[in-house]
Nanobody
């Protein structure tokens, strides 16, 4: 299984970035997907998750209304659209996959995810 994250970069506060995570080696539609982030000196934290079909999503409070998670099961890709970025969004962003039944609740703990991408750095300047 491979998860390849991309799309990070340097952006000014108020700007936007779109992260992508391409999956291979798994039946993508069997997996709920999540995005996590880790800022320097801090623990990895949950950002957003999306169910297998893409119909249900969950966000951490600090990104609600600014970030949007989506997936394309045909392309085996999950996205994180990040708008109105703030300096405190600066972190390495990781995508993660969790095998689950279609009605499973969202998981916000990293330990619930079996597969991880390599991370992509997002830097938001003030």
């Amino acid at each position: 299984v491979q998860l390849q994250a991309s799309g990070g970069g340097l952006v000014q506060a108020g700007g936007s970035l779109r992260l992508s995570c391409a999956a291979s080696g798994l039946i993508f539609s069997y997996y709920a997907m999540g995005w996590f982030r880790q800022a320097p000196g801090k623990e990895r934290e949950f950002v957003a998750s999306i169910g297998r079909s893409g119909g249900d999503t969950l966000y951490t409070e600090s990104v609600k209304g600014r970030f949007t998670i989506a997936r394309d099961n045909d392309k085996k890709t999950v996205f994180l659209q990040m708008d109105r970025l703030k300096p405190e969004d600066t972190a390495v962003y990781y995508c993660a996959a969790r095998r689950t039944i279609i009605t499973a609740p969202h998981a916000t703990e990293a330990s619930n995810y079996a597969y991880w991408g390599q991370g992509t750095l997002v830097t938001v300047s003030s």
